[in-house]
């Protein structure tokens, strides 16, 4: 059973333009949700991170929105740019608890 | 200097083989993972170990036994090696206080044949 479901499976996104990607998660127990960032060949990596006490937070260019009654969650990369083309996770986990439950990803294509 | 160091970066071998691979993290964490990660790319967390104790272990077929013979390394052995093991393996290593900040390896690409 998948925690954490991520929408869309992959995204091709012109040179700065704006780049959404949704989450949605069912246990209402969690309360850590990252986002990390997969490049071929590589590990993932920890990206950007909120906890639901608030409802957005930005770091540069990345911006995660939850929207705690809906129990959704989203990126926003702005200004996309080609070294943003990865595959984007999101996840979940209990404070305290040291499962990760991850989405199953999204490719993001940014184009020149 | 890398953080979470794992050998072989890719792995070919026959079925029914035993094959182990290594993960070294110099970053002073005291909790290590194993994670697998299909050709769809869904990761999914297979063990955790806190100061070398075996925390989680998911439903993960017994052929696979890690070992961690101190904190900073964590090693996962397979035995009777099948197709649908071909995956991605990736050690991840985190502070038991920062549990969710996972510090990935570059993963291993396990191809059975």
């Known amino acids: 059973q998948q925690q954490v479901k991520q929408s869309p499976q992959s995204l091709i996104v012109q040179k700065g333009g704006i780049s959404i990607i949704n989450c949605a998660y069912e246990?209402?127990?969690?309360?850590?949700f990252p986002w990390y960032q997969q490049f071929p060949g590589k590990g993932p990596a920890l990206l950007i991170a909120i906890r639901p006490d608030v409802s957005e937070k930005k770091e540069g260019r990345f911006t995660i929105s939850f929207n705690k009654s809906a129990k959704q969650f989203s990126l926003h990369i702005m200004d996309s740019q080609p070294g943003d083309s990865a595959t984007y996770f999101c996840a979940a986990s209990i404070g305290g608890n040291n499962r990760l439950a991850f989405g199953k990803g999204n490719q993001v294509v940014v184009i020149p | 200097d890398t953080a979470v160091s794992q050998t072989p970066k890719y792995l070919v071998t026959q079925m029914g083989n035993d094959k182990s691979i290594k993960c070294e993290q110099n970053l002073g964490h005291d909790t290590m993972y194993w994670y697998k990660q299909d050709s769809k790319k869904f990761l999914k967390i297979m063990f955790s170990?806190?100061?070398?104790?075996?925390?989680i272990n998911e439903t993960v077929p017994n052929r696979f036994s890690p070992k961690s013979p101190d904190k900073a390394h964590l090693n996962l052995h397979i035995n009777s090696l099948e197709l649908g093991d071909s995956a991605v393996y990736f050690c991840?290593?985190?502070?038991?206080?920062?549990?969710?900040?996972?510090?990935f390896g570059q993963g291993t690409r396990l191809t059975v044949v």
């Open positions: 246990n209402t127990a969690f309360d850590y």
């Open positions: 991840a290593s985190s502070t038991r206080e920062r549990q969710t900040e996972a510090f």
């Open positions: 170990y806190n100061n070398k104790e075996l925390i």
